[in-house]
């Protein structure tokens, strides 16, 4: 969310157009609509970064996506296995390996 319009204790939910990233962590009961439903209603709500957070074997993966403005359907950036290290839509540098230690 744009740090100039944080809203109150009392908010809960934000509009679309004030969101930068969505990330979602999959489970077996969302795998479908994590993968496929979500990522088609955030694009088309305009967010212009999505991730996806899955566990392979106990360890995290992030799947990275942009928006393209010409589709509002995301293009993936990146598969992140143990570094999770980005400068878009910020700088972030996390050991996906140490992550139960954050």
């Not at 439903?37 to 694009?43: H, I, M, N, S």
């Not at 598969?79 to 230690?101: K, M, N």
Request: glycine share 4%; with cysteine; charged share 30%.
């Amino acid at each position: 969310m744009h740090a100039d319009r944080d809203g109150d204790l009392d908010l809960t939910s934000y509009r679309a157009e004030d969101v930068v990233l969505v990330v979602e962590v999959v489970s077996p009961e969302s795998r479908s609509r994590d993968r496929e439903r979500k990522p088609q209603l955030y694009g088309k709500a305009g967010i212009p970064h999505f991730w996806r957070v899955e566990n392979a074997d106990g360890r995290p993966v992030v799947y990275v996506y942009e928006l393209d403005p010409a589709t509002n359907c995301y293009a993936l950036s990146g598969i992140h296995h143990d570094q999770l290290r980005l400068t878009v839509p910020f700088d972030i540098d996390i050991d996906l390996r140490d992550i139960d230690s954050l």
